[in-house]
């Protein structure tokens, strides 16, 4: 241990004292203190490396969290202007009336002397419940039309912005029907 541990100061006669033997442990501390900074060293390099790993780690999985997060707010939009879409279909469906019993009632309204030449039902695209009346009439006259506008009135239906048309033998006819409900 002389060798490893040796005294700083050794003793000169006539000169001076040695140093207290307690001087002995600074080499002893010295090499104490080496060791421990490399091992600290050591581990605050594993620790950095540890910390970039888990570091790149998270940023791998918040890049993968936010490509799925993109892809299900690209199905949520979907689903949302699907829902859109759907509930639109479904409005218009509620507006939108059957237009079978209008023609049965329009064709049942006829007398013997008159014929119906020409019956369009054309539904308005934006307001189903809006349906266009173009009903071209050979004989009755005006008493014809007459009696189907009843007919269409006992059927609930209103007809709005009407406009009539006399020809020789014949009347055309133009108005919107709507539902009342």
């Not at 207290?20 to 060791?35: D, E, G, N, Q």
């Not at 790149?56 to 859109?84: C, F, P, W, Y």
């Not at 008159?114 to 009346?133: H, M, V």
């Amino acid at each position: 241990m002389d060798y490893i541990i040796h005294d700083i100061k050794t003793e000169r006669q006539n000169v001076s004292a040695g140093l207290p033997s307690a001087y002995k442990l600074v080499p002893a501390a010295f090499y104490l203190v080496a060791v421990a900074s490399v091992l600290l060293s050591l581990y605050f390099y594993l620790s950095k490396k540890a910390y970039e790993t888990s570091e790149n780690a998270m940023r791998v999985r918040i890049t993968d969290a936010r490509g799925l997060e993109g892809q299900h707010r690209a199905k949520h939009q979907g689903l949302i202007s699907e829902s859109k879409e759907a509930e639109s279909i479904a409005r218009w469906l509620e507006g939108a009336r059957p237009l079978q019993p209008v023609t049965v009632t329009i064709g049942r309204s006829m007398s013997k002397d008159a014929t119906i030449a020409e019956l369009a039902l054309t539904r308005d695209p934006e307001i189903p419940s809006n349906t266009q009346l173009m009903l071209k009439v050979d004989g009755g006259g005006s008493e014809q039309i007459e009696t189907a506008r009843l007919a269409l009135s006992s059927m609930n239906y209103q007809i709005v912005s009407s406009d009539e048309k006399k020809g020789r033998d014949s009347i055309d006819y133009q108005g919107t029907i709507i539902y009342a409900e």
